[in-house]
T-cell receptor
Framework: SQTIHQWPATLVQPVGSPLSLECTVEGTSNPNLYWYRQAAGRGLQLLFYSVGIGQISSEVPQNLSASRPQDRQFILSSKKLLLSDSGFYLC???????????FGPGTRLLVL | KNEVEQSPQNLTAQEGEFITINCSYSVGISALHWLQQHPGGGIVSLFMLSSGKKKHGRLIATINIQEKHSSLHITASHPRDSAVYICAAWGNQFYFGTGTSLTVIP
C-alpha cells in the first residue's frame, strides 16, 4: 500500500531563517506531488505541483521554492522565512489520473 | 469570488441531528471530493463523486452536475464527527472551498 510521510511535524522558526520541509511517498512510482498551505482560518492553497523529477510548477509567487530531487521526494524550501509563511503545510500525491489525492500528515510551521 | 463556495462556514449541532453541508462550484469539473480534516490537521478523503450519490456509513454525498452543487449529509451525528469538512472540485487542478467547521455537542 502507498504511504506518504512528512517531516518535521511541527517547526518553530525565527523570521529570516531558512526552511526545508520534506515529503516522501512509498509504494508507488512516478506520482504527481503537491505542496499546499493552509493558513489559519483559510482554505487550502496550492503552492507547487510536480509531474516528474525536476519538473516543478508554481501556482503562487512567493518566497518559497520546491524541488523534486528523486521520484518520490518533494522538498519545500525558503531562504528567508516571513511571518506570513506561518501555516499548516500539506504534501499530497496522486496517480496519473490526478483525480484522487492522498494527503500527508502535515507540518505545522510557526514563524516568530 | 472563489471557484468553490461552501456553506455554512461554522455549524454546531446536537448529537443525533441530521447535518447538511453545501458546496457550489463555478468551474467545469470531472470530479468533486469531500475531505475531512481532524483537529490535529490530518486530512482524509471521504468521497469522490462525478455524478449521483454515494453512501458510506452515516455519511451521504450527492452531486448535481447541472446545478454545479454538491451536498454532504451526516445522519445521526456524533461528537466524533466534529471536524472541518472541505469540498474540493477537480477540473484541470484542484479548487478548494474554505471548509465548514462542524462541532457536534453531546
Amino acid at each position: 500500500s502507498q504511504t506518504i510521510h512528512q517531516w518535521p511535524a511541527t517547526l518553530v522558526q525565527p523570521v529570516g531563517s531558512p526552511l526545508s520541509l520534506e515529503c516522501t511517498v512509498e509504494g508507488t512510482s512516478n506520482p504527481n506531488l503537491y505542496w499546499y498551505r493552509q493558513a489559519a482560518g483559510r482554505g487550502l492553497q496550492l503552492l507547487f505541483y510536480s509531474v516528474g523529477i525536476g519538473q516543478i510548477s508554481s501556482e503562487v509567487p512567493q518566497n518559497l521554492s520546491a524541488s523534486r530531487p528523486q521520484d518520490r521526494q518533494f522538498i519545500l524550501s525558503s531562504k528567508k522565512l516571513l511571518l506570513s509563511d506561518s501555516g499548516f503545510y500539506l504534501c499530497a500525491w496522486s496517480g496519473v489520473s490526478q483525480e484522487t489525492q492522498y494527503f500527508g500528515p502535515g507540518t505545522r510551521l510557526l514563524v516568530l | 469570488k472563489n471557484e468553490v463556495e461552501q456553506s455554512p462556514q461554522n455549524l454546531t449541532a446536537q448529537e443525533g441531528e441530521f447535518i447538511t453541508i453545501n458546496c457550489s462550484y463555478s468551474v467545469g469539473i470531472s470530479a468533486l471530493h469531500w475531505l475531512q480534516q481532524h483537529p490535529g490537521g490530518g486530512i482524509v478523503s471521504l468521497f469522490m463523486l462525478s455524478s449521483g450519490k454515494k453512501k458510506h456509513g452515516r455519511l451521504i454525498a450527492t452531486i448535481n452536475i447541472q446545478e454545479k452543487h454538491s451536498s454532504l449529509h451526516i445522519t445521526a451525528s456524533h461528537p466524533r464527527d466534529s471536524a472541518v469538512y472541505i469540498c474540493a472540485a477537480w477540473g484541470n487542478q484542484f479548487y478548494f472551498g474554505t471548509g465548514t467547521s462542524l462541532t457536534v455537542i453531546p
